[in-house]
């Protein structure tokens, strides 16, 4: 990992810089973990209260909170501390491994897949026919890409993947260990027999450009047309979206969501962990669900829900509170 100074550091961030430039910055570590040579960060006032226990050499502190720089050490201000973090991680960041440009031995390429220039592809790994691997995409060992599907530029699928058939994955996506793309969805109706009969799904996936999902995490094919994800959406590990959801651009879903059949998301969603949505719902524009939610209804676009069943927070809240107090009134209604 190559060092830098804090000034280096600070011009990077657009900071403004308190003590010595020269200062060399080895590498980033929280607060209370960091030794000499280590930079960290405080974004509120409960971490820069630890800045003079700290061991860190350097710290990248959000403007507005106070804190002495001290002998020998240093303070870079900034107006957001966790945006300013991310561009420095990137400074000490180290390329992750990639396989090599061309077919690895073990790996099988169908006559009739196409791929682009600077495709890679690991050992083990399965391209079916009729599919498509756009110029520098990358297939860790492992992974399975199924009949007429597409993967767009630059896209990286690490181990474990599967993307099933006629699928469709964006540009500059990461999908990360055992993501599986198109199962079938979870359709079952009982018969007059009392049988549970199967629905066949016959759509497929769609993921923008510049999406990354989560390791274990499964995306269900349509029953009919598309579930489809939206340009720049996250998602976390162990999620499960249904078949025929429709996701909106640059949503952020947390770990161990689940998100049942023909749900509407709209664009820049938050979802906390484990929150539960049920099917046919839709989400508006802009809004956020507390982790744990259990979303029964449509929710309207920019509000905040929470609970369970989900409402608006402040409702929540009031309930909450008056839970809270429930045990002192019936003591008190008993000795009335």
């Known amino acids: 990992m190559a060092a830098s100074t804090a000034l280096e550091i600070s011009q990077r961030v657009g900071g403004t810089l308190t003590g010595p430039g020269d200062l060399s910055i080895t590498g980033v570590e929280q607060i209370d973990r960091a030794g000499p040579g280590q930079l960290t960060f405080a974004g509120d006032d409960r971490h820069a209260r630890q800045w003079d226990g700290s061991g860190a050499s350097a710290l990248l502190i959000s403007r507005g909170l106070q804190v002495d720089a001290g002998a020998d050490r240093a ?21 992750p491994p990639r396989p090599e440009p061309g077919v690895a031995p073990g790996a099988f ?41 597409r993967i767009g530029a630059r896209t990286v699928l690490w181990s474990g993947c ?3 058939e006629r ?23 009982a018969s007059a027999e009392g049988d549970l009969v199967r629905m066949p799904h016959l759509g497929h996936v769609e993921i923008g450009d510049r999406v990354e999902i989560g390791a274990n ?15 720049q959406t996250k998602i976390d590990n162990l999620c499960q979206v249904g078949h ?44 956020t669900l507390a982790g744990s939610a259990a979303l029964m209804n449509d ?4 509000e905040t829900w929470a609970g369970y069943p989900a409402r608006p927070v402040s409702v929540a809240a009031r309930e909450h509170a008056a839970m809270r107090r429930l045990p002192e009134l019936v003591k008190t209604l008993k000795r009335k």
């Open 162 to 164: 599967v993307i099933r």
């Open 244 to 287: 025929n959801c429709r996701i909106g651009s640059a949503c952020l879903i947390a770990g161990q969501v689940g998100i049942a059949g023909s749900v509407t998301i709209g664009n820049g969603v938050m979802i906390g962990g484990k929150v539960a949505v049920k099917d046919h719902l839709t989400i508006g524009d802009g809004a």
């Open 217 to 231: 995490s499964c995306i269900d094919r349509g029953k009919f047309s598309s579930t489809v994800i939206g340009d």
């Open 75 to 95: 303070v870079i201000e900034v107006d957001n501390a966790d945006l300013a973090m991310a561009e420095v991680l990137a400074m000490f960041d180290e390329p």
């Open 167 to 189: 699928c469709l994955v964006g540009s500059d996506c990461v999908l990360h260990p055992n993501v599986t793309v198109g199962a079938d969805g979870f359709g079952y109706r």
């Open 109 to 149: 390429v169908d006559a009739s897949a196409k791929l682009g220039a600077g495709v890679a592809i690991g050992h083990g790994s399965y391209v079916g026919p009729g599919a498509v691997l756009d110029d520098d995409v990358a297939l860790h060992p492992g992974v399975t890409v199924f009949d007429e599907t």
């Open 299 to 302: 929710m309207p676009a920019g």
